[in-house]
């Protein structure tokens, strides 16, 4: 009978070795890969639902980093808990945590970089992006089905390596267009499977926690360098400002302010010494308004006055930065320094001497030691000294003796120190210096800018 009538291989008239289309079976053979089909199905922007018996960490790490850059909702339910990982580097290539997500992983010391894909799917878990479910109490669950908007496939395939790259499986698709009874009634299987389930959100979030890697000291000292000097930290200070969101700083000047609180806080001092039309005067305000903000915030510190020392011709553009910022400070000119007599009790003397934050604009007018303005300012007791120039050393290497002198000798160590002094003595007087001794002075100013400073023109010797 068999050989009358032929098997129904046989009236298909297939030959040896051809299979149906991936389309129709998702299959593992020479140039097909059952993963093919079902990731291509199972990333399209809509809801998916997921029922398999076993799965592998790592087909489901790839699975939900792809739809959660969509923000799709996927539903996963497990039969099993899913195999380990052999990986050791979860990485992502982009990495645009909010900034909520991004502190929270850090401060628990779990590196971005390595462990960047684990946090994306804990993070979608625990939004809601993706839910995760176990078989409830009852019959094991062994069914395989894989479900989108527009096609279904079910059939042998784990969500596992073997399942679906190199195992011998057997798995039939049907779309809602060309099979649509069938299509529905395996979205109402895969529903009624998932309404048995119990909910495993914690179980599996604990289970990817356990992958996490924590930052090496490579990677913690880099992280450290960048925030140093892209200055994003400072962003803090600058966003608690009344109407901030109507102050424009370019790039340069937050990375400046967060270069400059820095080294406030390690140095006691900071050298600004940026080119003429940078947009000093507006950096500075605003540096300036974030060590106001600082000093209040410490509820036990020292709150003194802050005072501005500038030209008379650039008084106007403090006055209005700083009314932009709201920032109380007193602005007094170069020239009622210099008309200040010895033993005369003003106004000005009282704002240098109570002044906790000095703030200099164009200090390199303030290089001649012998200049009345010079001593003047010299007999400040400032905690915080900031000064602002485009020209730090425009004259001689004996720039750098006044500059130490007027960012407060008490913020160097004592080596600089036996150099000051010694060549105090010599009333500045480099001819016979070691130019060892000019490195470390140069190196010393260097520590309150953050660059090495460079000297205009050659050194005079005198």
């Not at 289309?21 to 639902?49: F, I, Q």
């Not at 300036?288 to 600082?294: K, N, V």
């Not at 001497?353 to 009345?372: G, K, P, R, W």
């Not at 470390?440 to 460079?454: D, K, M, N, R, Y």
């Amino acid at each position: 009978m068999e050989g009358a009538q032929g098997s129904l291989f046989d009236q298909e008239q297939s030959s040896a070795g051809e299979l149906p289309s991936a389309a129709r079976m998702p299959l593992n053979a020479p140039g097909r890969k059952v993963h093919d089909t079902l990731l291509a199905d199972l990333s399209r922007d809509a809801e998916a639902l997921v029922i398999t018996g076993y799965s592998g960490l790592d087909q489901l790490l790839q699975l939900m980093s792809q739809r959660g850059e969509r923000g799709c909702s996927l539903r996963l339910m497990l039969g099993s808990e899913p195999t380990a990982s052999r990986r050791q580097d979860f990485s992502l290539a982009r990495h645009d945590f909010s900034q909520e997500i991004r502190s929270y992983w850090l401060k628990r010391g779990f590196s971005l970089r390595l462990s960047g894909q684990l946090i994306r799917c804990i993070e979608l878990i625990r939004q809601g992006v993706i839910r995760v479910r176990y078989p409830g109490p009852g019959p094991r669950m062994h069914a395989k089905l894989y479900c989108t908007d527009t096609a279904v496939t079910l059939g042998s395939s784990n969500f596992t390596e073997p399942g679906i790259f190199y195992q011998n499986e057997a798995n039939v698709r049907f779309t809602e267009q060309q099979e649509n009874r069938r299509f529905r009634e395996v979205w109402q299987t895969a529903e009624y499977f998932w309404s048995q389930g119990r909910d495993a959100n914690d179980e599996l979030i604990a289970l990817l926690e356990q992958l996490l890697r924590f930052v090496s000291w490579k990677e913690a000292l880099a992280r450290a360098c960048v925030e140093l000097l892209e200055g994003e930290w400072a962003d803090r200070y600058l966003q608690s400002l009344s109407g901030q969101e109507n102050v424009r700083l370019w790039p340069s000047q937050r990375k400046g302010i967060g270069q400059a609180l820095y080294l406030l806080e390690a140095a006691g001092g900071v050298l600004v010494a940026d080119a003429t039309g940078s947009g000093k005067t507006r950096m500075g305000a605003h540096l300036l308004r974030a060590i106001y903000d600082r000093i209040w915030s410490m509820s036990r510190g020292h709150k003194g006055l802050m005072t501005m020392v500038c030209p008379p011709l650039v008084t106007p553009n403090w006055d209005r930065e700083c009314i932009s910022c709201q920032l109380p400070m007193a602005v007094i000119s170069h020239g009622s320094l210099s008309r200040l007599k010895p033993d005369e009790d003003s106004t000005v003397r009282q704002l240098l001497a109570q002044a906790q934050t000095l703030a200099v604009d164009e200090a390199h007018n303030f290089l001649n030691q012998n200049s009345n303005r010079t001593r003047q300012l010299l007999h400040n007791l400032a905690d915080q000294t900031l000064l602002f120039t485009a020209t730090p050393i425009n004259r001689s290497s004996a720039d750098l003796l006044r500059l130490v002198d007027i960012l407060g000798a008490d913020n160097f160590d004592d080596q600089v120190l036996s150099i000051f002094e010694r060549l105090n003595r010599a009333k500045g007087n480099l001819r016979d210096v070691h130019p060892q001794e000019l490195r470390e002075l140069q190196l010393a100013i260097a520590s309150f800018t953050g660059v090495l400073p460079h000297f205009h023109g050659r050194f005079e010797k005198g």
